[in-house]
């Protein structure tokens, strides 16, 4: 078995596919996932597996609809391991996520698609925001004074958009704790 972060796109957000998280917890227990926890409302989960991330996020991602009523076009699920996951952390761009009394800095997860593919919907204003991708990840800072300037927002809009989902540095870096603490072979 290996511990496994799964991050939901698509789920509580806006007021749109209401998830409770007791309930996304029976129903991943339900699909014989094994120690199942949560973390906050915005769709992660930490859970035990032994089949390949494939097939857990399509077990995933063909549950979902039925076990909630969703919007099934916005849902998607990526299942990282704890080595996947530290990877992100220790590779991002020299002092990424360290002044968060500066710059607002997220990891938008990157779910079947290229970093290339990604940063083609990115156009960072000068001054306000950066960009970097990496592998799996697209790192986004932008200037907390100025945010209200950035073109993260654009993003959304975009088609490419459909294969991301944003987690704040802050929540990454708890995410990894909560995992590294799971995982019985770290």
Not at 13 to 18: L, S
Not at 22 to 48: H, M, P, Q
Not at 160 to 180: D, F, Q
Request: aromatic share 6%; proline share 5%.
């Amino acid at each position: 078995m290996s511990t496994r972060l799964i991050l939901l796109r698509g789920i509580n957000v806006g007021g749109r596919n209401k998830v409770p998280m007791a309930d996304l917890r029976k129903c991943l227990e339900g699909l014989g996932f094994s120690r199942v926890s949560t973390y906050i409302a915005s769709g992660n989960a930490i859970l035990d597996s032994d089949q390949p991330a494939e097939e857990i996020q399509a077990r995933i991602e063909g549950a979902l609809p039925e076990c909630f009523q969703l919007d099934s076009e916005l849902i998607k699920v990526l299942a990282l391991t704890h080595g996947q996951l530290q990877a992100i952390v220790d590779n991002r761009p020299d002092g990424f996520g360290e002044q968060p009394q500066k710059y607002h800095s997220d990891a938008i997860f990157l779910m079947g698609i290229s970093p290339a593919q990604a940063m083609s919907a990115f156009d960072p204003r000068e001054g306000v925001d950066c960009v970097w991708p990496g592998d799996g990840v697209v790192y986004s800072q932008r200037l907390s004074a100025m945010r209200t300037k950035s073109r993260l927002s654009k993003v959304l809009s975009t088609p490419v958009y459909k294969s991301m989902t944003i987690r704040s540095w802050s929540t990454t870096m708890s995410l990894l704790e909560l995992v590294a603490n799971e995982d019985p072979s770290s």
